[in-house]
T-cell receptor, first 113, second 114 residues
């Protein structure tokens, strides 16, 4: 059974810092990995989806990497801003043609002005 | 703004009430999902619709009844709920019911059962 772990559970950084969020998964046979952002009481916003054949995906100040062999993904946020404060979740589908995402428990990020 | 719209945003209901949650998307997606999220937990899958047909029911109690009237709409009918059913209910859609289709979530309905 696929398990997804996100460390740390919470992170507090001063504004302007670059930071890295970590996601690890136990079964490397994944088709893709998706990073989401969730603001308190809101739904999930898709940030980046990396296909298994890709190593990186970039969107603005965000860069996500994927290393299937080691079962790890990182989300790099450059020049953090208070508006980046949210919970960040990673999720993987467990198998071929599967619909069901397995989520990590998330990292709660606080960017201090 | 999300492209998946959920109504209402908040709902308070008694254990004997019947209510419905609604979800709408106009992205032409053919797969739609209901998720349940408790506080400080990741979302848990409840139902999956593919081409307006129910394809997955994750052993959800019958007091939750999904309905997909057309390709843009998804409802969740609620009846005789329990206080432990209080949670954030999220609707999502994807182009197809496949692992390569990214999910798009709505902002959810915050449900409180009294």
């Amino acid at each position: 059974k696929q398990e997804v772990t996100q460390i740390p559970a919470a992170l507090s950084v001063p504004e302007g810092e670059n930071l890295v969020l970590n996601c690890s998964f136990t079964d490397s046979a994944i088709y893709n990995l998706q990073w989401f952002r969730q603001d308190p009481g809101k739904g999930l916003t898709s940030l980046l989806l990396i296909q298994s054949s890709q190593r990186e995906q970039t969107s603005g100040r965000l860069n996500a990497s994927l290393d299937k062999s080691s079962g790890r993904s990182t989300l790099y946020i450059a020049a953090s801003q208070p508006g980046d404060s949210a919970t960040y979740l990673c999720a993987v589908p467990p198998g071929a043609g599967s619909y069901q995402l397995t989520f990590g428990k998330g990292t709660k990020l606080s960017v201090i002005p | 703004d999300t492209e998946v719209t959920q109504t209402p945003k908040h709902l308070v209901m008694g254990m004997t009430n019947k209510k419905s949650l609604k979800c709408e998307q106009h992205m032409g997606h053919r797969a739609m999902y209901w998720y349940k999220q408790k506080a400080k937990k990741p979302p848990e899958l409840m139902f999956v619709y593919s081409y307006e047909k129910l394809s997955i029911n994750e052993s959800v109690p019958s007091r939750f009844s999904p309905e997909c009237p057309n390709s843009s709409l998804l409802n969740l009918h609620l009846h005789a709920l329990q206080p432990e059913d209080s949670a954030l209910y999220l609707c999502a859609s994807s182009q197809y019911r496949g692992s390569n289709s990214p999910l798009h979530f709505g902002n959810g309905t915050r449900l409180t059962v009294t």
